[in-house]
């Protein structure tokens, strides 16, 4: 749905769009906006702006939907376009992935707080063992544990990591105490 907006003025109506129409395509007639309709008007055309699918084809659009499912299986983290294109396109996706993401954020800020291999391996068990069965993207959360760990590991943090913390009398012996 497409909407113009040819002027804005004030006119003997009283309605200051009285020339912003909407146009289904260029075949339609256009019907006027009126006080009922208009902030469904605003909507779309706000929606429109912001949905990253608005200037493309019929096939990059196929290809950009097909994209996010595939980043959404693999648990990879969403751009914020394809946030954008869930939000208007499919809002139940887009509350999936929203909750998600902050799950996965939250999973990443407790890797990055790890002193060991041993313990970063230990809070992903726990992150993964705590999926309600009753979670309606338990496959999307469980492919974005997934994926965030295989992120941690290969960074250089990760890799300084020892492989299990040191014990307090280890750590009293070194110092010669």
């Known amino acids: 749905m497409m909407y113009n907006l040819a002027s804005i003025h004030k006119n003997g109506n009283n309605t200051i769009f009285s020339n912003y129409q909407k146009k289904e395509n260029c075949n339609e007639v256009s019907q006027p906006v009126t006080a009922e309709n208009m902030g469904m008007v605003f909507k779309e055309a706000i929606d429109s702006i912001f949905d990253p699918t608005t200037a493309m084809t019929d096939k990059q659009k196929e290809d ?9 299986d693999k648990g990879e983290k969403l751009t914020y376009d394809e946030m954008q294109y869930l939000r208007i396109n499919n809002p139940v996706q887009y509350a999936k992935m929203v909750k998600v993401q902050m799950k996965r954020e939250a999973l990443e800020r407790r890797l990055e707080t790890c002193k060991s291999k041993q313990e970063a391996q230990e809070v ?30 290969k960074t250089d943090q990760y890799s300084r990591l020892p492989q299990e913390e040191e014990k307090e009398e280890d750590k009293k012996s070194y110092s010669g105490e």
């Open 124 to 153: 992903y068990v726990e992150a993964v063992s705590r999926i309600s069965k009753d979670d309606s993207a338990i496959k999307e959360t469980l492919a974005a544990y997934d994926n965030a760990m295989e992120e941690f590991k």
């Open 64 to 72: 950009f939907v097909k994209q996010i499912q595939r980043k959404i």
